[in-house]
């Protein structure tokens, strides 16, 4: 009687341990650069380090803003994140809708199409862009990256946002149209509000992959005013110096944000990154 | 039936008309642009020689199978692969079975966690893990010494630990996304099933191969494919971390196409090395959407 109990209480036990040591490495490298933001800058070069500081500073925050002027990236980042994200909205329900509700031919040819898009490599895409958009003045604009960072966005936003259509009851909007409302009416007053939680996860996942993204705005941007937070941060190593409280610091306010509202819509954020393809 | 007819010729034109500016937007800023990198990749092209831009055949394309560096960034993109994708779906699974084996709140805060790297870009993580493999100012080598190791172990100079802390960061970005989407399968498979096998006197881990895995087999697919073609893609996580070092022993396929077209500004053979990429992405996007295609037939 006594040895499955004392198994049953090992094995609770062990979970216990992995799943200590699983949180640990999670959130580790994430402690040690807000730790590393909170330094003092006299404390940033001890050897050898301190896994915890004997004292805190706020330093590297206002560093980040006065030497580098990271406001100026973070509206970049914003602007274009945002613009991004609405586009793809924009482009994306209707394309979703019509993939999950209407017949038409060829149907799943374009859908192949638009996910074969989402496979090519960035780097076979840039160098021609580049070269059209400096010959446009986009280069060093807004819609300069706006526009690329859709190639990123959109596949994945018609295919989250075509998952989430397929799981609205059809008959409303039938019973609808059968009532006189043409199927744009049916789609606007039923299927949209409907489909509210699934636009808004999938703008949610837009705005966080373009403000991620990094190749586009790393070879589109060559002025320095017009960079994106992530390509910012990376220029701020000198030639002989790296200056790792200065960066923490960029990097902590870039993501906290972001961090938070994830945190905050976690669930729906999960249903949308793994139900395309659960359901596929 | 003419009636009949028309609706259908009806729902053709809405359902294009609905996908158009998709359909079009894909094609102006993804596929045309493929397509002009596949004709640079013809051409002798120097951005400090744009005077002297003509047609050479297959002339880049020869020059960089014929190096050995081409075949040295091959293997480096295949290990990186392999070794990233190995340790992702190792901690992907133990991820999803700690998520799946847990009770609701502890569910909850695992997920919140594991989503936390998915949201962080790519550029931050790389420079977490540099600083934190720092010989000199990182934590790891002054735990390494608090456990007896090495204090002052050099991990960004040597070619094998420096392939290490690129996979180590990798993973760490990656494996919630597996981990996510193997909890989502898991929680699909019917409890039943473990029930009777116990019954049967099938143990965990029998149970494990026998009805886990089995069941996991097309998520497992899609995210191997995913995975694969991640790697191949990678690039903001070497760029911070290592930059291709040391002696190019960490570069990819891409990064050595980043390499030629931003560097050497040699748009010639920087293109026709993003088309060698894209060829293989292709033909690893083919099994992937057939292998899709024939899932969703059933």
Same mark, same amino acid.
């Given at each position: 009687?006594?040895?499955?109990?004392?198994? =049953?209480?090992?094995? %609770?036990?062990?979970?216990?341990?992995?799943?200590?040591?699983?949180?640990?490495?999670?959130?580790?490298?994430?402690?040690?650069?807000?730790?590393?933001?909170?330094?003092?800058? =006299?404390?940033?070069?001890? +050897?050898?380090?301190?896994?915890?500081?004997?004292?805190?500073?706020?330093?590297?925050?206002?560093?980040?803003?006065?030497?580098?002027?990271?406001?100026?990236?973070?509206?970049?980042?914003?602007?274009?994140?945002?613009?991004?994200?609405?586009?793809?909205?924009?482009?994306?329900?209707?394309?979703?809708?019509?993939?999950?509700?209407?017949?038409?031919?060829?149907?799943?040819?374009?859908?192949?199409?638009?996910?074969?898009?989402?496979?090519?490599?960035?780097?076979?895409?840039?160098?021609? +862009?580049?070269?059209?958009?400096?010959?446009?003045?986009?280069?060093?604009?807004?819609?300069?990256?706006?526009?690329?960072?859709?190639?990123?966005?959109?596949? +994945?936003?018609?295919?989250?946002?075509?998952?989430?259509?397929?799981?609205?009851?059809?008959?409303?909007?039938?019973?609808?149209?059968?009532?006189?409302?043409?199927?744009?009416?049916?789609?606007?007053?039923?299927?949209?509000?409907?489909?509210?939680?699934?636009?808004?996860?999938?703008?949610?996942?837009?705005?966080?992959?373009?403000?991620?993204?990094?190749?586009?705005?790393?070879?589109?941007?060559? %002025?320095?005013?017009?960079?994106?937070?992530?390509?910012?941060?990376? +220029?701020?190593?000198?030639?002989?110096?790296?200056?790792?409280?200065?960066?923490?610091?960029?990097?902590?306010?870039?993501?906290?944000?972001?961090?938070?509202?994830?945190?905050?819509?976690?669930?729906?954020?999960?249903?949308?990154?793994?139900?395309?393809?659960? %359901?596929? | 039936?003419?009636?009949?007819?028309?609706?259908?010729?009806?729902?053709?034109?809405?359902?294009?008309?609905?996908?158009?500016?998709?359909?079009?937007?894909?094609?102006?800023?993804?596929?045309?642009?493929?397509?002009?990198?596949?004709?640079?990749?013809?051409?002798?092209?120097?951005?400090?020689?744009?005077?002297?831009?003509?047609?050479?055949?297959?002339?880049?394309?020869?020059?960089?199978?014929?190096?050995?560096?081409?075949?040295?960034?091959?293997?480096?993109?295949?290990?990186?692969?392999?070794?990233?994708?190995?340790?992702?779906?190792?901690?992907?699974?133990?991820?999803?079975?700690?998520?799946?084996?847990?009770?609701?709140?502890?569910?909850?805060?695992?997920?919140?966690?594991?989503?936390?790297?998915?949201?962080?870009?790519?550029?931050?993580?790389?420079?977490?893990?540099?600083?934190?493999?720092?010989?000199?100012?990182?934590?790891?080598?002054?735990?390494?010494?608090?456990?007896?190791?090495?204090?002052?172990?050099?991990?960004?100079?040597?070619?094998?630990?420096?392939?290490?802390?690129?996979?180590?960061?990798?993973?760490?970005?990656?494996?919630?996304?597996?981990?996510?989407?193997?909890?989502?399968?898991?929680?699909?498979?019917?409890?039943?099933?473990?029930?009777?096998?116990?019954?049967?006197?099938?143990?965990?881990?029998?149970?494990?191969?026998?009805?886990?895995?089995?069941?996991?087999?097309?998520?497992?697919?899609?995210?191997?494919?995913?995975?694969?073609?991640?790697?191949?893609?990678?690039?903001?996580?070497?760029?911070?971390?290592?930059?291709?070092?040391?002696?190019?022993?960490?570069?990819?396929?891409?990064?050595?196409?980043?390499?030629?077209?931003?560097?050497?500004?040699?748009?010639?053979?920087?293109?026709?090395?993003?088309?060698?990429?894209?060829?293989?992405?292709?033909?690893?996007?083919?099994?992937?959407?057939?292998?899709?295609?024939?899932?969703?037939?059933?």
């Amino acid at each position: 009687m006594n040895a499955p109990k004392a198994k =049953r209480i090992a094995a %609770k036990a062990g979970y216990i341990l992995l799943l200590t040591v699983f949180i640990v490495m999670m959130v580790f490298p994430f402690y040690w650069l807000v730790l590393t933001s909170l330094k003092d800058p =006299r404390d940033i070069s001890l +050897m050898p380090t301190e896994l915890w500081p004997s004292r805190f500073s706020l330093k590297f925050f206002s560093y980040a803003f006065t030497e580098h002027h990271l406001e100026v990236y973070l509206l970049n980042s914003v602007i274009v994140a945002l613009g991004a994200m609405v586009l793809t909205i924009l482009f994306a329900f209707p394309a979703a809708y019509a993939f999950s509700r209407i017949r038409f031919r060829f149907k799943k040819f374009w859908r192949n199409v638009i996910l074969l898009a989402n496979m090519f490599p960035i780097i076979a895409v840039v160098t021609p +862009m580049f070269i059209i958009f400096r010959k446009m003045h986009l280069i060093n604009t807004y819609w300069g990256l706006i526009i690329p960072s859709v190639i990123i966005t959109l596949p +994945m936003a018609i295919w989250t946002l075509q998952a989430f259509i397929d799981t609205l009851p059809k008959d409303l909007e039938e019973a609808a149209q059968i009532d006189g409302c043409s199927r744009f009416q049916a789609v606007i007053r039923i299927i949209f509000p409907l489909a509210a939680p699934g636009i808004f996860t999938t703008a949610i996942i837009a705005f966080i992959t373009a403000w991620n993204e990094f190749m586009f705005a790393l070879i589109l941007v060559t %002025k320095d005013s017009m960079r994106t937070v992530p390509v910012a941060i990376s +220029m701020f190593p000198g030639q002989y110096t790296v200056p790792w409280g200065d960066m923490a610091a960029a990097s902590v306010i870039a993501t906290v944000p972001i961090v938070f509202v994830v945190l905050l819509l976690q669930k729906w954020i999960v249903s949308g990154l793994t139900s395309g393809a659960v %359901k596929g | 039936m003419k009636k009949h007819i028309s609706r259908e010729k009806r729902d053709n034109l809405t359902g294009y008309l609905l996908i158009a500016p998709a359909v079009l937007a894909v094609i102006a800023i993804g596929i045309v642009p493929v397509i002009i990198t596949f004709s640079y990749s013809f051409e002798y092209y120097q951005l400090t020689d744009p005077k002297n831009r003509h047609f050479v055949g297959l002339q880049n394309y020869i020059e960089i199978l014929g190096n050995s560096s081409f075949w040295m960034v091959l293997k480096n993109t295949a290990i990186f692969a392999v070794i990233s994708m190995a340790l992702e779906l190792l901690l992907g699974f133990t991820g999803a079975l700690l998520m799946n084996g847990a009770g609701k709140a502890a569910r909850g805060a695992v997920r919140t966690i594991v989503l936390i790297p998915w949201a962080v870009p790519g550029i931050i993580i790389a420079y977490m893990f540099q600083f934190l493999f720092n010989n000199q100012l990182g934590p790891v080598n002054v735990i390494l010494s608090h456990l007896g190791g090495s204090a002052d172990f050099s991990w960004l100079t040597k070619p094998w630990s420096a392939m290490f802390v690129v996979v180590a960061a990798d993973a760490w970005k990656q494996f919630p996304y597996i981990a996510l989407m193997l909890l989502a399968g898991l929680q699909t498979i019917p409890q039943e099933l473990y029930e009777s096998a116990a019954i049967d006197g099938a143990g965990k881990i029998k149970s494990f191969f026998h009805i886990t895995l089995p069941n996991l087999k097309g998520i497992l697919l899609i995210v191997l494919l995913f995975r694969t073609m991640g790697a191949i893609r990678i690039f903001d996580i070497i760029f911070g971390i290592t930059g291709g070092g040391p002696a190019s022993s960490t570069s990819t396929l891409l990064y050595q196409a980043y390499k030629y077209l931003f560097t050497d500004m040699n748009y010639g053979k920087g293109s026709a090395m993003s088309t060698i990429i894209t060829l293989i992405i292709l033909a690893i996007s083919i099994l992937y959407i057939r292998v899709l295609g024939k899932r969703a037939e059933e």
